[in-house]
């Protein structure tokens, strides 16, 4: 157990500075430099060759699906590509490695020089430099057996999986975070997330954090103020899921603050994060560059990738989800206020839309009663048992005057339920709004009969009283009348 101090008196006494690092599995058929298949799982060491296993004699050969996402990834960082770029052996031991090396990129990456603008909650824009962005290869798994939560240090016995070992991986290194404040965490958590959209929309990986396809390294340091020079940082490790990066970034800060105010200095280390206790926890003392006796493969050539290859690339980059955001938003008329509410339900309103929804009337019933379901089930909008085409039927059914808001809640209650689509609810739970005026009229002498009072009141000018009269013709007909119409009929009876 670490001490820390409160977050509020942390920032107001350092600014603290990020650096992170996110791995990317790349999503392609086979390894980054051999034929074996790219796939979760599977038994243990059956995707392998002799290249994924290090085995002597064995040569890497470089998949240009990967040195395409590549490349896709740094055009859409707005970095520049570099004409030449060259692998690297980063050498160390550990048996999840078995050449004792990483096959990466160290000098000459293929990417550098990027940036990515981040939107924060509150809808401001803060921008993340990118340093480089460079391709290799994932080390194998080892599971430890018999130990304290997976841990090696008590465990009996460790077993390894190559299955991974040589999954194509970009790594992307932003340089030094700073102006983030006591906003450091939220820049952190959304940083990943933004990535992790555009790589969903390139479509160069399944990018789901919890299968550890992204993985973030949080650097975080602090310093007195702003114009000081970087202090010492701490890199927590393998941190996986939006919620843990802002968390664990929260707490380095706190623990951080606390050895400095106390006199001491920060230790350059990795470290662990848990996900229990919301702590990190020390790694090993964190090596510096060289230590890795980084020296360039002489078994793979530098890639030299055409130009006009990657002007075609950079062509046929899909839109990015911030362009598209500010698209729909004009398309949409929404406000900016609006548009973040619609944030969480963006591709299920496009759909809505597309189906035939007005965008106000989409983003209504997912934002509004589809999420309040979706809450009260602990579900996700899109796992809810209603489709958009569904959502714009319901909208066409209460546009077209034969719902009202009220009867469309019960119609969706239903389509949740299972009973088909709107038209279906609406037919087999007789919920149609009545527009004949034959039934209205009587339900309307009923209620004129019961009420001679009220009535008397309208008659003598009180027309506000007819809202009674109303709200008793709506309950007699279970909400199927349209409120309007019940009005305009009671005046004509009572002649006023
Ligand atoms: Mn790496």
Redesign the pocket.
């Known amino acids: 157990m670490n001490d820390v101090v409160d977050y509020e008196e942390a920032v107001a006494a350092f600014d603290p500075v990020l650096g992170i ?1 996110v ?1 990317v599995e790349l999503g392609t058929r086979t390894k980054m430099f051999d034929g074996a298949p790219v796939a979760f799982g599977g038994e243990p060491n059956s995707r392998v060759t002799p290249v994924s296993l290090g085995l002597p004699g064995s040569l890497p050969k470089v998949n240009r699906a990967a040195v395409e996402s590549a490349i896709r990834i740094g055009l859409a960082l707005g970095c520049e590509i570099a004409e030449s770029s060259r692998f690297a052996r980063k050498n160390y031991f550990y048996p999840d490695m078995p050449k004792n090396f990483q096959t ?1 990129q160290y000098d000459e990456p293929i990417a550098r020089d990027g940036h990515l603008d981040v939107e924060l909650a509150d809808g401001t824009l803060f921008r993340v430099e990118i340093e480089r962005a460079h391709m ?1 290869e994932d080390a194998g798994k080892n599971t430890h057996v018999g130990g304290d939560a997976g841990r090696i240090h008590s465990a009996e016995y460790s077993l390894v999986d190559y299955n991974r070992a040589g999954v194509p ?1 970009v ?1 992307i290194v932003t340089r030094p975070i700073t102006g983030a404040g006591a906003r450091a965490p939220e820049v952190a958590a959304a940083y990943v997330q933004t990535l992790r959209d555009i790589f969903r929309v390139l479509d160069v990986s399944e990018a789901r954090m919890e299968r550890g396809n992204v993985r973030a390294d949080v650097n975080v340091s602090l310093r007195p103020s702003p114009e000081a020079p970087l202090g010492t940082r701490t890199e927590t490790k393998n941190v996986n899921s939006f919620r843990s990066i802002e968390r664990a970034v929260q707490y380095e800060i706190t623990r951080q603050a606390a050895v400095l105010l106390s006199g001491g200095t920060v230790v350059q280390e990795t470290r662990h994060w848990h996900e229990e206790t919301g702590e990190t926890s020390p790694g090993r003392v964190k090596s510096d560059a060289e230590d890795y006796r980084y020296f360039p493969e002489p078994d793979l050539m530098p890639i030299v990738p055409d130009r006009a290859w990657i002007e075609e690339l950079r062509a046929r980059l899909p839109e990015l989800p911030a362009a598209r955001r500010r698209r729909l938003q004009a398309e949409w008329g929404f406000s900016d206020l609006e548009m973040r509410d619609a944030a969480g339900a963006l591709d299920l309103i496009v759909e809505t839309v597309a189906a035939g929804a007005a965008p106000a009337a989409a983003r209504k019933w997912w934002t509004g009663e589809l999420a309040r379901v979706a809450n009260s089930r602990g579900a996700t909008l899109e796992e809810l048992p209603v489709t958009p085409v569904q959502v714009a039927q319901l909208v066409a059914l209460v546009d077209a005057g034969e719902l009202t808001e009220r009867l469309a809640r019960q119609v969706l209650d239903g389509v949740l339920a299972g009973e088909g689509d709107p038209a279906d609810v609406v037919a087999t739970r007789g919920l149609r709004v009545v527009s004949d005026d034959g039934p209205l009229l009587a339900a309307i002498d009923d209620v004129i009969a019961a009420n001679p009072d009220i009535v008397e009141r309208i008659r003598a000018g009180r027309v506000q009283a007819t809202g009674a009269l109303v709200g008793s013709v709506m309950k007699a007909t279970r909400g199927q009348a349209d409120a309007g119409r019940v009005k305009e009929l009671i005046a004509s009876r009572l002649g006023v």
Request: charged share 50%; proline share 0%.
């Open positions: 690092e791995h990466s290799e991986l790594e």
